[in-house]
């Protein structure tokens, strides 16, 4: 079994309610997942928080979002791969 990250967007995000400098949102990923011969496509979102400067751009709050999610994507492929040993 592959599982493939795809894509990865950010689909929202706002400012923490209680937590100055904190960014919560959910990002957008596709997955692809091959089993044998068989591929699926697997399309997640998945809520994520990141703690940003003040003077953080756009560009940067997104990608620290987009890293928290690849993050959780890549421990769920290593819990997959030592369950499937």
């Known amino acids: 079994m592959t599982l493939q990250l795809i894509d990865i ?3 929202d995000k706002q400012a923490h309610p209680r937590l100055e400098g904190r960014m919560t949102g ?9 089993v044998g011969e068989r591929e699926q496509t697997h399309e997640l979102a998945i809520p994520v928080w990141a703690d940003v400067a003040p003077d953080a751009s756009e560009a940067d709050i997104d990608m620290a979002l987009m890293v928290k999610a690849a993050d959780i994507i890549a421990r769920l492929k290593a819990n997959l791969a030592g369950g499937s040993s």
Not at 26 to 34: D, G, I, N, P, Q
């Open 9 to 11: 967007t950010v689909r």
């Open 26 to 34: 959910h990002v957008r990923a596709v997955l692809s997942e091959t």
